[in-house]
């Protein structure tokens, strides 16, 4: 039975919010897991341009300043994103996440430039044998997953084990995660021949515009990364099911050689879209509080759980084609943690 960590958001003058944060940082036994020296990612999810409903940066701020002082050494970081839009490239996802208000410790986007940086991880699971997991996740020494927890489109809501399975891999992995197809041409092709020159198996051919030959594609994403014109797009369509199965693979890769991760979820501005959608949405639930374990799977059935009982069933209703209990069980089922929780509450 993973134990499960919990504040809520009573406060007062004489124990604030952010003291409570430290708080649950510190009878959760996180700090016991900071040597110093070691370095610590701290993986989180930054916003997209419109979206406000990321992780206030001031409890990111906190907890690099209660990291610090074991004299370890955080860094803030996430991976760039598959589609188009200002997290899809390094310098501008920094620019984003400083425009948001992240700071205290060094940003490092964790799979390079255009996503080219990663190392390959052996799976041994259904859907893959390696997976492409971001270089600077794969070599920090230890990492803290800080997770928002909201609502999903395409695998009903995101938790720790979204921040890890999609988060953490590279984009070649995010690729194979939702399509498991080559991208496509469209009609915004210029005919540059930049996607030429990058692309590493020569599946990319110029007739006055770009032509991507299936056979020989990889599905590396570096096409989709360096078109200027935005011309490159995501076969998009795997099933619900096998993305969340996807997904759960990918977790595991993340936490690869890790002895211990530290997963802290917030259970505030809990929208039915993720941190991606560009837009802030109405809120499915009064804030509830933050969860912190050792345990991803059981961190995140707590979350579920709890938001399900706080909206009086309409949480796991939101994207009613969608089973989200299969990412949970799933990743049961490879050896990820426990659905069987205990909640701790801290004063």
Known sequence: MGKVYFIDFKASVKCNILEKLVKLFVTAGFNDLLVPGELVACKLHFGEYGNTNFINPVFVKKLVETIKKSNAIPFLTDTGSLYAGRRMLAPTHIEQALWDGFGGAPIIIADGLKGENYVTV??????????????????????????????????????????????????????????????????????????????????????????????????????????????????????????QEKMAEYAKGAVYGKKVVGYINFLINIAPFCDCWPATEAFVT??????????????????????????????GKLWHQIKPEIQLDYAEKIGLGTQKYEIVEVE
């Open 286 to 315: 009064p804030d509830i509080g933050i969860l912190a374990s050792f345990d991803p799977v059981s961190i995140d059935r707590a979350s579920y759980d709890m938001v399900e009982k706080a909206s009086n069933g309409k949480f």
């Open 122 to 243: 052996k799976s041994d699971g259904t859907h893959f044998k390696d997976l492409k997991i971001a270089s600077g996740i794969y070599y920090a020494d230890k990492m803290i997953a800080l997770s928002h927890f909201k609502g999903h489109f395409g695998t009903g809501f995101g938790g720790a084990l979204k921040n890890l399975g999609m988060g953490c891999a590279a984009k070649q992995g995010k690729l194979e995660q939702h399509s498991g197809k080559p991208p496509v041409v469209n009609k915004k092709c210029t005919g540059c021949g930049l996607c030429l020159k990058w692309c590493p198996t020569k599946a990319i051919q110029l007739d006055g515009t770009a032509k991507i030959i299936p056979q020989k594609c990889i599905m590396c994403a570096s096409c989709i990364s360096v078109c200027p014109a935005r011309a490159i797009d995501i076969n998009w369509g795997e099933e619900t099911s096998r993305l």
